[in-house]
């Protein structure tokens, strides 16, 4: 018998959050971001999920060779470009796009000799700090890029930092948009600018962004890139993780649960445990209070997060017995607010989905 932890993923789901995506910002092409196995949902399926999507957008090299074995025949951009000269040729080869942020990267270009053509998206950096071209060096880049023979299109790229935060006082969007304009002028290209955060923004910002392509991620798997719940616009949660009681506790008044001894019961409780722990991808740092799901519903852990357990509060579900289904996000429960209950975000805890979980689909409709 395996654990009776599983993760559910929903196909349709992901389907439904790329329409609401689109339809923030009507014309505009889009990337689906499936970086980090589709933020853990799996490749393959994401395949499937995004098929209407215009290309699939990822970071990893080998993870777009692995795209075009599934038969992904649609654009697929490399968002931090190539690594290393092998991955230039791979433009070529496997017809990929590829992010140029840097010089070396440049360099890398000129020096492949690809035989095929490729396009690129040119990356400027407009405040993040973290890649791109700065805006004195950007049409200097750009110019290098024309000239090297197998370059076709030329996409013009930046990435927000602040786009979940309006009127940010550091760096607010409506200041990287106009740095991107200024730098951009004059130079021929679609733009690509729109992380799911400023796709969400984008009734906000509208008239002074261009948007010719979107590259949605999180909110493509019903999770929100900020502070506003992922229901709130319409997204749906695409995966479910779920698991078992494996054993109750009737725990008596003063006694402490779990490593740590860091949960006093103050007056006598039945306690649950579940089958999922940190090795699971369930974060160590959620302590107790955090939201959890017992038979549908909404109670709380206790104690310490272990490896392969935890514990929760049965106060709430008194019907509650071994075998009872438990929620650790998903359907009926954000996986923002378990992330946040764990001072983190849904796209860590996404990400971190151990390879021990079982992965379903759920059925369609
Ligand atoms: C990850 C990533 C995105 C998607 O970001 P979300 O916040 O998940 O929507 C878009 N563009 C680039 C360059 C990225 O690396």
Redesign the pocket.
């Known amino acids: 018998m395996p654990r009776p932890i599983r993760a559910t993923i929903h196909l349709d789901a992901m389907q439904h959050n790329l329409e609401r995506a689109r339809a923030c910002v009507p014309g505009a092409k889009a990337?689906a971001?499936v970086?980090a196995n589709a933020?853990g949902h799996g490749l393959e399926r994401a395949t499937r999920a995004f098929a209407s999507a215009d290309g699939l957008?990822l970071?990893e090299p080998d993870y777009a060779v692995h795209l075009r074995a599934l038969g992904w025949t649609k654009p697929i951009l490399l968002?931090?470009g190539v690594f290393d000269p092998a991955d230039a040729r791979l433009l070529a080869s496997h017809g990929l796009n590829s992010?140029v942020h840097c010089d070396e990267q440049l360099r890398l270009l000129e020096l492949a000799q690809l035989d095929r053509p490729v396009d690129v998206h040119l990356?400027l950096n407009t405040g993040m700090n973290r890649?791109g071209f700065s805006p004195a060096r950007f049409a200097a880049a750009y110019a290098r890029l024309r000239a090297i023979p197998a370059v076709r299109k030329i996409t013009l790229?930046t990435?927000f930092a602040n786009a979940d935060v309006p009127a940010h006082p550091r760096l607010a969007i409506g200041e990287q948009i106009r740095r991107f304009r200024a730098a951009a002028e004059g130079l021929d290209g679609d733009w690509s600018l729109?992380?799911?955060?400023a796709?969400l923004q984008q009734a906000a910002v509208g008239a002074s962004l261009r948007s010719d392509w979107i590259?949605?991620?999180?909110?493509?798997y019903g999770?929100s890139?900020g502070h506003e719940s992922a229901a709130s616009h319409g997204l749906l949660p695409a995966m479910s993780l779920e698991s078992e009681l494996i054993a109750v506790q009737q725990v008596e008044a003063g006694e402490y649960i779990g490593y740590g001894s860091r949960f006093q019961v103050e007056r006598p409780m039945r306690v649950g445990v579940v089958a999922c722990g940190y090795a699971d991808g369930y974060p160590r740092h959620a302590g107790t209070d955090t939201p959890i799901l017992v038979d549908g519903v909404r109670t709380r852990t206790v104690g310490r997060v272990s490896m392969d357990m935890l514990a929760v509060d049965l106060g709430p579900v008194p019907q509650a017995q071994v075998g009872s289904r438990v929620t650790l996000w998903g359907k009926g429960l954000p996986i923002d607010e378990v992330a946040h209950a764990a001072g983190t975000i849904g796209?860590e805890l996404m990400c971190a989905l151990a390879a021990r979980v079982r992965v379903e689909e759920a059925p369609h409709g």
């Open positions: 990337w971001v970086k933020y957008a970071i968002l931090e992010a990356k890649l790229m990435h729109s992380n799911s955060a796709v590259r949605p991620g999180i909110m493509l999770g890139p796209y």
